[in-house]
């Protein structure tokens, strides 16, 4: 079974970044799309950005439209979100998963990694 891990979470101040890596195990990453959702305290799991397979197409929420660019080097099984201008509302646990398509919501994903929890301070 295809196996994701993220990276890269920690404390930030407002204004700052961060940048998160999802490592993925199997030959054949390179064949699926990859997205990041994330996960606030007591709120539903929300898409915040994807990339399809072969990284010719992303999309991205209109709440980090401008400030996050999503990106993948499938040599080394990796996806990114370099993440700009971070806000406190961007506190959430994000996490990285991948599938067949380049869908927006969670059940359009078969694998998924353990989150990375990703805090911003004001």
């Known amino acids: 079974q295809m196996q994701l891990k993220e990276s890269g979470g920690g404390l930030v101040q407002a204004g700052g970044s961060l940048r998160l890596s999802c490592a993925a195990s199997g030959r054949w990453f390179g064949l699926y799309a990859a997205g990041w959702f994330r996960q606030a305290a007591g709120k539903e799991r929300e898409f915040v950005s994807g990339?399809?397979?072969?990284?010719?197409?992303?999309s991205y929420a209109d709440s980090v439209k401008g400030r996050f660019t999503i990106s993948r080097d499938n040599a080394n099984n990796t996806v990114y979100l370099l993440m700009n201008t971070l806000k406190p509302e961007d506190t959430a646990v994000y996490y990285c998963a991948s599938g067949t398509r380049l869908g927006v919501v969670p059940y359009e994903y078969d694998y998924w990694g353990q989150g990375t929890q990703v805090t911003v301070s004001s």
């Open positions: 990339i399809s397979q072969s990284g010719g197409r992303t």
